[in-house]
């Protein structure tokens, strides 16, 4: 079983709905979590951080609910732009720095 | 900087072949990634580098799988010898390490073996 575990998808929206991804991680030790996102033949890049507090950074935000192990990605109002895949990432704490990413979510907004 | 920078960008090499693909992370980075992404099963870890060093290897799929870091500027993960069921877009990623900064990717090597 994979450590990181996300909905593939596709997921296509009109222009402005809201819409969720959800993403379940196995290894309790996993310290910290992550979104990246990525363009079709493009490479990773970081959207942002999920904290327990969860955060917030305009249309997008993020929680972390450790004791259900899973994190979320919401997206209010969505653009043409956003259309891409997401992928969630845990990083393993007790000495590794390994990241794991899961397969990814992709999104298509569509007009 | 340049950010992390791969090359080739493209490679198209027959069965049997070596192939070797560069790193050149951002400088002051002590973690160093490679990953190879295919459809089915999305981004995986093939190992990764603290201070040249190699730290956990495990994802590398086979002994034909080799990764160096000879310095803090350079990496090179080699195919020997490759097989078509190696086609896949392989990332490098940097990082400063600590468990709360950002991984920096590469525009990735996009290996087809014929």
């Known amino acids: 079983r994979k450590e990181v575990e996300q909905d593939p998808g596709p997921f296509n929206v009109p222009e402005g709905a809201t819409v969720a991804f959800n993403c379940t991680y196995s290894?309790?030790?996993?310290?910290?979590f992550f979104w990246y996102r990525q363009d079709c033949r493009k490479e990773p890049k970081l959207l942002m951080s999920?904290?327990?507090s969860g955060n917030e950074d305009g249309r997008f935000t993020a929680q972390l609910n450790r004791a259900s192990q899973y994190i979320s990605l919401l997206i209010r109002d969505s653009k043409l732009s956003d259309s891409a895949t997401y992928l969630c990432?845990?990083?393993?704490?007790?000495?590794?720095?390994?990241?794991?990413f899961g397969k990814g979510t992709k999104l298509s907004v569509i007009p | 900087d340049a950010g992390v920078i791969q090359s080739p960008r493209h490679e198209v090499t027959e069965m049997g072949q070596e192939v070797t693909l560069r790193c050149k992370p951002i400088?002051?980075?002590?973690?160093l990634f490679w990953y190879r992404q295919t459809m089915m099963r999305g981004l995986e870890l093939l190992i990764y580098?603290?201070?040249?060093?190699?730290?956990?290897d495990s994802g590398m799929p086979e002994d034909r799988f080799s990764a160096k870091m000879p310095n803090a500027s350079f990496s090179t993960l080699k195919i020997q010898p490759s097989e078509p069921r190696d086609s896949a877009v392989y990332f490098c990623?940097?990082?400063?390490?600590?468990?709360?900064?950002?991984?920096?990717f590469g525009q990735g090597t996009r290996l087809t073996v014929v």
């Open positions: 580098f603290n201070n040249n060093v190699p730290i956990d």
């Open positions: 990432v845990g990083i393993s704490g007790a000495g590794s720095y390994q990241l794991t």
């Open positions: 290894n309790s030790a996993s310290q910290s």
């Open positions: 990623a940097s990082s400063e390490g600590y468990t709360n900064t950002e991984a920096f």
């Open positions: 999920v904290y327990s």
């Open positions: 400088s002051g980075h002590d973690y």
